[in-house]
C-alpha cells in the first residue's frame, strides 16, 4: 500500500551511538518533516523539507541531522545518542500545495527509540 | 508565537455517552486547524480540518468540530461514542500565511477512553 515507511519500528541505543532512522514515502509528496512524539507535549517538529535539496529546522533540531536527495527518502540522524532523545518518531508528508492540500499530513507508523 | 492548548490530558466516558475534547489556541494570524487520531500503536491520521468556509467540520466517523474565532477554540465533539473510538486526539494549527512549508503546530495530546 501507498503511504509512509519508517524503520526501524523499535531500537535501543546506547549514549554515544549514532544511528539513521529512516523514511520513504511513494505518492510523490515535496514535503516531508520529522517529529517526536514525547508524553505530555504532543509532537514536536525536528527537521522538515519542501523538496529535494532543501532542508530546514523546526523547533527541536538539536542532535539531529537530516538530508534530502531525493523526493522519495527523508532519513533523519542522531550523530551521538543521549537519553534525551528517547522518544517516538514520526515521519509524515504532505501532498499538494495551496489551500486544498494545506497541511494534511500523511504519517508512518513511528519508531520507537531508546538510549541508555 | 503561536501555540495549542488541549485543556484535558484524559477523558473517560462510557459507550454511548457524548464527548467533548477541547483546544484552544494562540495566534495573532489567521490559521488553519486540524484534529489527528492516533489509535494505538499507529501513526497520525487526519480526522477533520478548518480550512475556510463553514466554520462547522465534520468527520466521516460521526465527530464534529467547530471554529470559533472570538473564542480561538476548536472543540471537537461527537454525540455517541463507541469502544473504537479509544485512541489519543491531538488538535494542531498552521500559519495559513506558512502553510506551504507544511509546519504544524500540536497540542498536548487528549486520551479518550471510552467504557463498556
Known amino acids: 500500500n501507498a503511504g509512509v515507511t519508517q524503520t526501524p519500528k523499535f531500537q535501543v541505543l546506547k549514549t554515544g551511538q549514532s544511528m539513521t532512522l529512516q523514511c520513504a514515502q511513494d505518492?510523490?509528496?515535496?514535503?516531508m518533516s520529522w517529529y517526536r512524539q514525547d508524553p505530555g507535549m504532543g509532537l514536536r517538529l525536528i527537521h522538515y523539507?519542501?523538496?529535494?535539496?532543501?532542508?530546514d529546522q523546526g523547533e527541536v533540531p538539536n542532535g539531529y541531522n537530516v538530508s534530502r536527495s531525493t523526493t522519495e527518502d527523508f532519513p533523519l540522524r542522531l550523530l551521538s545518542a543521549a537519553p534525551s532523545q528517547t522518544s517516538v518518531y514520526f515521519c509524515?508528508?504532505?501532498?499538494?500545495?495551496?489551500?486544498?492540500?494545506?497541511?494534511?499530513?500523511?504519517f508512518g507508523a513511528g519508531s520507537r527509540l531508546t538510549v541508555l | 508565537a503561536q501555540s495549542v492548548t488541549q485543556l484535558d490530558s484524559q477523558v473517560p466516558v462510557f459507550e454511548e455517552a457524548p464527548v467533548e475534547l477541547r483546544c484552544n489556541y494562540s495566534?495573532?494570524?489567521?490559521?488553519?486547524l486540524f484534529w489527528y487520531v492516533q489509535y494505538p500503536n499507529q501513526g497520525l491520521q487526519l480526522l477533520l480540518k478548518?480550512?475556510?468556509?463553514?466554520?462547522l467540520v465534520e468527520s466521516i466517523n460521526g465527530f464534529e468540530a467547530e471554529f470559533n474565532k472570538s473564542q480561538t477554540s476548536f472543540h471537537l465533539r461527537k454525540p455517541s461514542v463507541h469502544i473504537s473510538d479509544t485512541a489519543e486526539y491531538f488538535c494542531?494549527?498552521?500559519?495559513?500565511?506558512?502553510?506551504?512549508?507544511?509546519?504544524?503546530?500540536f497540542g498536548q495530546g487528549t486520551t479518550l477512553q471510552v467504557k463498556p
Open positions: 509524515a508528508s504532505r501532498r499538494g500545495q495551496g489551500l486544498a492540500g494545506a497541511n494534511v499530513l500523511t
Open positions: 505518492m510523490n509528496h515535496e514535503y
Open positions: 523539507s519542501v523538496g529535494a535539496g532543501i532542508t
Open positions: 495566534s495573532s494570524v489567521s490559521v488553519y
Open positions: 478548518y480550512l475556510s468556509g463553514s466554520t
Open positions: 494542531a494549527v498552521s500559519l495559513v500565511s506558512s502553510s506551504n512549508t507544511g509546519k504544524l503546530i
